[in-house]
């Protein structure tokens, strides 16, 4: 069995074009978080002429709506949420610079493509395991929108955060490939 590939952000392209679906990855770094509310206002800010909240080129969103902090932790439970919800906007943030994006489930036609088109990589996250993959987490701080609460936009610090590549830069395809190699209709 291969060692997962280490990463760290902001990511570069020359490391994403390396990548495959089905590889194993640790990454470390600055990571956003950012779910459905989160998407919306981004997306109005641009469509204002408005500047994001934080440093889109290069830049990896988690999306997650981390539970609170219990005693002694930066952070409580932040498994990923479905990614579905976030196709409308991934698109467009992807043209503009974002590099990576983390949740759970499939994409959309349209997010793969523009993973293709403009070298990007989406990361499966181990879903049902948010206690445990936090531990990861080494830092939290608020970023913007607070009012959404726990889908406001946080900036994490995550060391060795376990990731699979689900759609890579090459237009593969996890989910695809797993049917395939199992003959799942």
Known sequence: MAQ???????LPTEELLKLRAGDEVLLSGEVYTARDAAHRRMIECLDRGEPLPFEIQG?????????????GKVIGSAGPTT???MDASAPRLIALGLKGMIGKGNRSPEVIAACQKH?????GAIGGAGALISRQITAVEPV?????????VRRLLVKDFPLVVVNDCH??????????????P
Do not use: C, H, K
């Not at 070298?119 to 990361?123: E, R």
């Open 119 to 123: 070298q990007a990589v989406y990361f």
């Open 59 to 71: 830049s990896v969103i988690y999306y997650v709506g981390p539970t609170p902090a219990p005693p």
């Open 144 to 152: 913007a929108w607070e009012d959404l609460g726990t889908e406001a």
């Open 4 to 10: 997962p590939l280490r990463l760290q952000t902001p």
């Open 83 to 85: 990614s579905g919800r």
């Open 171 to 184: 237009g593969g395809d996890l989910y695809t490939l797993a049917r395939q190699q199992y003959q799942i």
